[in-house]
């Protein structure tokens, strides 16, 4: 580099030019150590693996000097290897065989998850979905994959080639898993997306017969998954979900004068996902034309007008392309505005929390952790920006919260990690007499355990009194109720203890047989 600068060429348009490819190539293997943090092994050993089998398909072997990947594969390891280190140091086997086998052996070999399942015909349904109504076009590709010619060296022919092979190993490594989680063939949609992205910009000056023919071939495509779509209003949020078999609300907030769950006589309107939604949800919620078979139909009908448009003359064709563009924006918004905040109360436990924090008793923060919470932006007076995204400081109640065989991740983001999780039932008593000593407190749990959770308390309790533990010794009982019930799977319960001699109505009915431990629902971890 001295030698460069001496010589006057360390600063010529090559040199530049050189230098941005290193560091861009840099920040590439950064976002691999990433991506490794975020998906385990995958996360460097997809791109690694398409970049070798673009290097053995291309003959492009002499690109190997230009990759930096010594420096690169550094870069990598300073990411990722301190917190994998870290945890080996820590966990030793436990984690070996959590992350290494259970989490990529055996999803890829296995399967470790009792789901729907296929091969060849299941990712593409779900990649299909996730691309409506653009998948309508992937007949395109075909078209250009039959034009590509491996010899053409040009950047645009390299491109695509790259491309091809990227969504295509995507595609089948994910096809080929045991495992088979609907979002698993999120790889291959970029790589898909882009290339669709491409050869609709080669189509649209294009006057040649067979394009025209495979646009034909994509109404009947588009017309298909449109009905697969408007005839499972399940479709989208399968996507993004783990529990497929979950079903669908019976009470969704679409009606603010329904009732918001069977056993319950408050409706939509007094509801505590009203009381922290904007006024257009709720308006947006309730329009007819919103409504899911209604507007999934309205953009099947929009998209394949678009298409027909596109058969004809370029100019034509033009106008139809925008026209696909509108429906996927109007779906887009629908999706974001109506379909996500219509399913939030069942398939969210955002506002469970939201209903916990309005009827604790909040705690004031200490001021270094206020100052922790407070957002970067509200630091330099730009507070109003994440005041309108419903940013809120770190709150804490004095009654506990605990998640009863329960494990969902979202009850430790909205609780800034102050949940107390009991995954198995062995755990309640150590909880009552260490953490608890027989004040109120608050549980997270599914609408069916609440029973469960009164029995256990109960007979926890007795036996503990034995003990003389002190803040138990003069419980009776626990009065335990659910308080939360907009929710079709989780709801949010109230224990509080009936201390000394009580009225018989005041107690409890008698508790029913202790019910069978369930293993605690969960999610997969971000291992794959």
């Keep these: 580099m001295w030698k460069e600068y001496k010589a006057g060429t360390l600063f010529t348009d090559e040199r530049k030019d050189a230098w941005m490819r290193r560091f861009l190539l840099w920040t590439a293997f950064a976002f691999f150590g990433l991506s490794t943090l975020g998906k385990g092994l995958l996360g460097f050993m997809l791109p690694g693996a398409l970049l070798g089998l673009y290097l053995l398909i291309s003959g492009e072997w002499r690109a190997l000097k230009r990759l930096e990947i010594g420096r690169g594969v550094l870069v990598m390891c300073l990411v990722m290897l301190p917190w994998y280190l870290g945890m080996f140091a820590k966990h030793g086997q436990a984690f070996y065989n959590r992350f290494l086998v259970h989490d990529h052996f055996n999803r890829i070999g296995a399967g470790v998850h009792a789901l729907d399942s296929g091969t060849f015909e299941h990712m593409l349904k779900w990649l299909s979905i996730g691309m409506f109504p653009w998948f309508a076009l992937v007949p395109l590709l075909f078209w250009g994959l039959a034009r590509l010619r491996l010899k053409d060296a040009s950047g645009p022919s390299r491109t695509k080639l790259f491309l091809y092979i990227w969504g295509f190993f995507a595609y089948l490594l994910f096809s080929l898993s045991a495992t088979t989680f609907h979002h698993y063939i999120f790889p291959a949609l970029p790589p898909t997306a882009m290339l669709i992205g491409i050869m609709l910009n080669e189509f649209l000056d294009d006057r040649t017969w067979v394009p025209r023919v495979l646009i034909l071939a994509g109404i009947g495509i588009l017309i298909g998954i449109g009905l697969t779509i408007r005839s499972d209003p399940q479709s989208f949020r399968n996507m993004f979900t783990y529990k497929y078999d979950r079903e669908w609300p019976e009470n969704p907030p679409i009606d603010p004068d329904a009732t918001v769950g069977p056993n319950t006589d408050k409706t939509w309107a007094e509801s505590t996902?009203?009381?922290?939604?904007?006024?257009?949800?709720?308006?947006?919620?309730?329009?007819?034309?919103?409504?899911?078979?209604?507007?999934?139909?309205?953009?099947?009908?929009?998209?394949?007008?678009?298409?027909?448009?596109?058969?004809?003359?370029?100019?034509?064709?033009?106008?139809?392309?925008?026209?696909?563009?509108?429906?996927?924006?109007?779906?887009?918004?629908?999706?974001?505005?109506?379909?996500?905040?219509?399913?939030?109360?069942?398939?969210?436990?955002?506002?469970?929390?939201?209903?916990?924090?309005?009827?604790?008793?909040?705690?004031?923060?200490?001021?270094?952790?206020?100052?922790?919470?407070?957002?970067?932006?509200?630091?330099?007076?730009?507070?109003?920006?994440?005041?309108?995204?419903?940013?809120?400081?770190?709150?804490?109640?004095?009654?506990?919260?605990?998640?009863?065989?329960?494990?969902?991740?979202?009850?430790?983001?909205?609780?800034?990690?102050?949940?107390?999780?009991?995954?198995?039932?062995?755990?309640?008593?150590?909880?009552?007499?260490?953490?608890?000593?027989?004040?109120?407190?608050?549980?997270?749990?599914?609408?069916?355990?609440?029973?469960?959770?009164?029995?256990?308390?109960?007979?926890?309790?007795?036996?503990?009194?034995?003990?003389?533990?002190?803040?138990?010794?003069?419980?009776?009982?626990?009065?335990?109720?659910?308080?939360?019930?907009?929710?079709?799977?989780?709801?949010?319960?109230?224990?509080?203890?009936?201390?000394?001699?009580?009225?018989?109505?005041?107690?409890?009915?008698?508790?029913?047989?202790?019910?069978?431990?369930?293993?605690?629902?969960?999610?997969?971890?971000?291992?794959?």
Aim: hydrophobic share 40%.
């Design 273 to 528: 996902y009203y009381a922290n939604t904007p006024t257009i949800i709720h308006k947006l919620l309730k329009a007819k034309p919103l409504q899911y078979r209604t507007f999934i139909t309205v953009i099947m009908v929009l998209a394949t007008i678009a298409l027909i448009l596109m058969i004809f003359t370029p100019k034509i064709r033009k106008v139809g392309t925008l026209g696909l563009w509108g429906s996927a924006l109007l779906l887009a918004y629908w999706c974001l505005n109506w379909y996500m905040p219509m399913l939030t109360p069942s398939w969210s436990v955002k506002y469970v929390f939201e209903d916990y924090f309005s009827r604790c008793e909040i705690v004031p923060n200490p001021p270094e952790i206020e100052e922790a919470y407070e957002p970067l932006l509200s630091k330099i007076g730009l507070g109003f920006i994440p005041d309108a995204f419903g940013s809120k400081p770190k709150r804490v109640c004095r009654e506990d919260i605990v998640a009863w065989l329960i494990t969902w991740r979202g009850e430790t983001y909205y609780t800034s990690s102050e949940i107390k999780p009991l995954m198995k039932q062995n755990q309640l008593a150590p909880y009552l007499e260490t953490l608890n000593k027989g004040n109120t407190f608050y549980a997270l749990t599914q609408a069916n355990r609440i029973n469960g959770l009164r029995t256990a308390l109960n007979r926890e309790t007795e036996t503990l009194k034995k003990k003389g533990v002190p803040g138990l010794t003069d419980i009776t009982s626990w009065k335990v109720e659910a308080v939360h019930q907009e929710s079709a799977y989780f709801a949010l319960a109230k224990a509080t203890p009936i201390r000394g001699p009580v009225e018989e109505e005041e107690v409890d009915k008698p508790a029913p047989e202790s019910e069978p431990e369930e293993e605690p629902v969960d999610i997969p971890p971000p291992g794959m």
